[in-house]
Nanobody, 123 residues
């Protein structure tokens, strides 16, 4: 079973960048597809991005396409979310998630979660 710990959140101004990190412990990291989700107050959880076990394929939610990049370094057991051109509507708690399997694109399958890290973008 894998445990996930996110870091890197904070308060930034519109247009700035942040990089979130998620370190995994337990399990074999390379067996897990990884993803980022976010949840703003009063809103449903939203898919941000996902990456396959080997890091060769990725997908993104429509609202972050072309601004955010998900990546991973398996030797470091870490997945990253590079967030550029941040907007106030990106303000949310960001969660790292893992799924042991090959269907990395199916966001319903992610069943291991971190505690979240707050990202706040001021206008």
């Amino acid at each position: 079973q894998v445990q996930l710990v996110e870091s890197g959140g904070g308060l930034v101004q519109t247009g700035y960048s942040l990089r979130l990190s998620c370190v995994a412990s337990g399990g074999t990291f390379g067996y897990y597809a990884m993803a980022w989700f976010r949840q703003a107050p009063g809103k449903d959880r939203e898919f941000v991005g996902a990456i396959s076990r080997g890091g060769t394929v990725r997908s993104y939610g429509d609202s972050v396409q072309n601004r955010f990049t998900i990546s991973r370094i398996n030797d470091k057991r870490t997945v990253y979310l590079q967030m550029n051109s941040l907007k106030p509507e990106d303000t949310a708690v960001y969660y790292c998630a893992a799924y042991r399997g090959s269907s990395w694109y199916d966001t319903r399958l992610y069943n291991y979660w971190g505690q979240g890290t707050q990202v706040t973008v001021s206008s």
